[in-house]
């Protein structure tokens, strides 16, 4: 990954993008001491992202999830709740 000090990075800014566009991250070092790195950007922006969790506390999911419908399923295979018991 190539290193660039500061006063390279502000004058080849626009050239330096360019490489990263395609493919070629660098790192921004001041006095030889590296302090960030440029890469692309390919996530999408904050807020389109899909996130697991994301309405954690605003739901509440029934003790008897697992059996709701239970009487209308037996019912369409003839059954009824006390056969299914046995």
């Known amino acids: 990954m190539e290193i660039v ?4 990075a502000k004058s080849q800014l626009s050239k330096l993008l360019e490489g990263v566009s395609q493919g070629k991250p660098f790192i921004i070092a001041k006095a030889g001491k590296p302090i960030a790195r440029v890469t692309r950007i390919d996530a999408p922006e904050p807020g389109q992202v899909n996130r697991l969790g994301f309405l954690a506390g605003q739901i509440k999911v029934p003790d008897d999830f697992d059996r ?8 369409q295979f003839g059954l009824d709740d006390d056969e299914s018991a046995a």
């Open 5 to 8: 000090n500061i006063h390279e």
């Open 68 to 75: 709701m419908g239970e009487a209308a399923i037996l019912s």
